[in-house]
């Protein structure tokens, strides 16, 4: 028999515990209290699953992704990333040593679709907590809330989380005030959070996006210190893609045209 009284302090019904054990008190064992057990057990692991469950749905929409990915939805045999290290990092234990990750390649080579997938395993699988962002967004989210005078907030309130994913650093510009906003900010996450960064920029073009040298220099000192770098390749796996259709749209059309079959809408 299950240690019903422990399960139930687990769930913190710390009341029906001392209940359930007074009742074992003063009941002989092979009684209906007793006997009764299996039924108590399998109403606490409904319970346990449930609120699992509810968990894992409130973390998945606290993370704001911007849409459900995952590792079996990744087509790894169009990419050049190393599967075993992909395998490696969804359990996001480098959260544990608040370790980094930072995924350079070009557009439409899976960067986003891997931050989120690892992400989505991390919060299904291990229970971590995620919160992704667009860095265009994060940064105008930083100077609004300087110009309210509630600078550090959002600081204090990612510090709380496992991971933080910033999304496309470089493909849109922020004022050279805003990267001095994103550079405290990942300084204060600094061996306390993990961040996953995805980029399409190498890191010695990191400074064009910051306006600071000096301060990037600072900032990849930080970032890179224990850091996994996943280089994703700059051929858009999504254009080789639709390519690939198109020519197979143009090869199907081209082969009725020579048998003489009406082509199809």
Same mark, same amino acid.
Request: no cysteine.
């Given at each position: 028999m299950h240690d019903v009284a422990a399960q139930l302090k687990a769930l913190r019904l710390y009341g029906m515990a001392d209940a359930w054990q007074?009742?074992?008190?003063?009941?002989?064992?092979?009684?209906?209290?007793?006997?009764?057990?299996?039924?108590i057990e399998h109403l606490l692991r409904a319970e346990e699953t449930d609120?699992?469950?509810? /968990?894992?749905?409130?973390?998945?929409?606290?993370? #704001?992704?911007?849409?459900?990915?995952?590792?079996?939805?990744?087509?790894?045999?169009?990419?050049r990333v190393d599967r075993t290290q992909i395998d490696d990092l969804a359990s996001l234990s480098f959260t544990e040593q608040a370790h980094n990750v930072v995924l350079i390649g070009g557009t439409g080579t899976g960067k986003t679709h891997l931050a989120t997938?690892?992400?989505?395993?991390?919060?299904?699988?291990? /229970? #971590?907590?995620?919160?992704?962002?667009?860095?265009?967004?994060?940064?105008?989210?930083?100077?609004?809330e300087k110009a309210a005078g509630k600078a550090g907030r959002l600081a204090f309130s990612l510090l709380r989380m496992d991971l933080v994913i910033l999304d496309e650093l470089g493909y849109l510009p922020f004022s050279q005030a805003g990267g001095a906003l994103l550079f405290h900010l990942l300084s204060k996450l600094y061996e306390h959070t993990s961040v996953m960064i995805t980029t399409n920029l190498t890191f010695g073009e990191w400074a064009t996006v910051f306006g600071d040298a000096k301060l990037t220099t600072a900032l990849l000192d930080r970032l890179t210190h224990h850091c996994h770098i996943i280089e994703t390749g700059n051929e858009s796996?999504?254009?080789?893609?639709?390519?690939?259709?198109?020519?197979?749209?143009? #090869?199907?059309?081209?082969?009725l045209r020579v048998s003489g079959d009406p082509e199809p809408f």
């Open positions: 007074e009742l074992l008190a003063h009941n002989p064992q092979g009684s209906s209290i007793s006997s009764s057990s299996w039924l609120r699992a469950m509810r /968990s894992i749905r409130y973390q998945l929409h606290s993370a #704001k992704f911007p849409a459900h990915r995952d590792l079996a939805g990744f087509d790894f045999s169009q990419s997938a690892l992400g989505v395993s991390g919060i299904t699988r291990h /229970s #971590k907590r995620v919160r992704f962002y667009s860095t265009i967004d994060l940064v105008n989210l930083l100077e609004q796996y999504r254009f080789r893609h639709s390519s690939d259709s198109a020519m197979e749209r143009i #090869k199907a059309r081209e082969a």
